[in-house]
């Protein structure tokens, strides 16, 4: 009997247990279902965090500035795609090298890093050199900043932009600059020395009638006379240069403009065995211009090329339409018309390429050097521009900027 008593007892015991246990489920349960939310909201705002981290990802990989990060010792850390491309390299090539060995001039460039580390100074619209992948020089702007990781280390954030653009834009208005006053010397100089000529080709003139022709003095003096009108013709190409007349610029065919210009030098290419082509890409045919003050730019390349050929040779003219290429800094809508004028020449050495839009510069036994500042004058005074490459010993490119306008647009 006891028997059976002691195992109703245990029973029960059981029982209780179990119903302890059930109870504490229930608080089991309960705090499952806190754990739940709080799990819930720890996923809503991870997600929230990467959406704003990608969204910040997203403006550093595409913003058109470049931006590299380094550690404390100057190694890189991260470059943005931007930078990436300046450069020429893959991620992985320069990930944890020293930045100063992205620059044409390391030396400075660790200086600058020490300068940041050591005296926290910030960099702003400084101007150094890159050197690319392919081992060409890329003129930047930067500036820095020096940031703390929260554990305590430091790190500098390097923003760049390309200014080659700009720096051209700059020498092509120092250019100027040196033009104008140069011009306004030369017009004023011209203008005294014509008026004497002038006199001395009149009196020479009326000598030359009181000879016989057969008369040596006769040949002499005529020669005096023909020498002033070179002196004369020059002179003209000095105003030209200074002064160049108003443009009065309309629409017109750039092929038959070209065409004409390849027209009068003809017979002088052929003795000079210098054969051509031309071709022009779709909208890029009809340009706004002084139609003979862009005959002479054309006619003073083709000169030019045609030198610099004298064994003979070819010249390619490609005009093409670059609808987000700017002509000049002040234009206003974007589009160019380019007008590449190629030869296969001489070529220019890269410490002369500076020279040659200098008035007088030239490197011709019968050169004036008036020839390219002419061009950019006349260029200038019609919104366009010129710029040139060349690789001595392979040829020459100039390439004239037009500012593109379409003739629907201005005439409606
Ligand atoms: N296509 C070219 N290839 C090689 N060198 C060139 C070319 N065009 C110009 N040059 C260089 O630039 C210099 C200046 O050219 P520019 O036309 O201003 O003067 P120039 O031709 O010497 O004289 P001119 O006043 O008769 O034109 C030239 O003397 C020459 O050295
Ligand atoms: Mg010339």
Known sequence: MSKYLEEQKENIQRVNQLVTDLSKAGEVREQLAHYKEKYNRLIKKYEELDSVFQ?????????????????????????????????????????????????????????????????????????????????????IGFSTTLFEFTNGQQGVVFIFRDIREQINF????????????????????????????????????????TFSPGDFRAQLVSRVVKEIDRSNALLQRFFNFAKPSRPKPAFHSLPNIVDGVFLLLRS???????????????????????????????????????????????????????????????????GAILIRVKDDGAGIPPEKIENIFLPFYTTKSDGVGLGLSICIRLLDENAGRLEVESELGRGTVFTIYLPYINQTQQES
């Open 170 to 209: 700059r020498r092509q208005m120092s250019r100027m600059d040196r033009l104008a006053t140069l011009g306004e010397l030369a017009a004023g100089l011209a203008h005294e020395i014509r008026n004497p000529l002038g006199g001395i080709k009149t009196s020479s003139e009326v000598l030359l009638e």
């Open 55 to 139: 969204f910040h990802k997203r403006i550093v990989q595409n913003i058109s500035s470049g931006i590299i990060t380094t550690d404390q010792k100057g190694d890189i850390t991260f470059l943005n795609k931007s930078a990436l491309e300046l450069l020429g390299y893959e991620s992985r090539e320069v990930l944890g090298k020293p930045i100063h060995t992205l620059f044409a001039e390391p030396q400075k460039v660790k200086e600058i890093f020490q300068q940041i580390f050591e005296q926290h100074k910030m960099f702003e619209s400084q101007e150094i050199n890159l050197k690319s992948s392919g081992d060409e020089i890329v003129p």
């Open 268 to 334: 002088r290419m052929l003795k000079r065995k210098v054969s051509y082509k031309t071709e022009f890409g779709s909208d890029s045919t009809n340009i706004y211009i002084d139609e003979s003050q862009f005959e002479q730019v054309i006619l003073n390349l083709l000169l030019n090329a045609m030198d610099a050929m004298p064994e003979g040779g070819h010249i390619e003219l490609v005009s093409s339409y670059e609808p987000h290429t700017l002509a000049t800094v002040g234009q206003k809508e974007p």
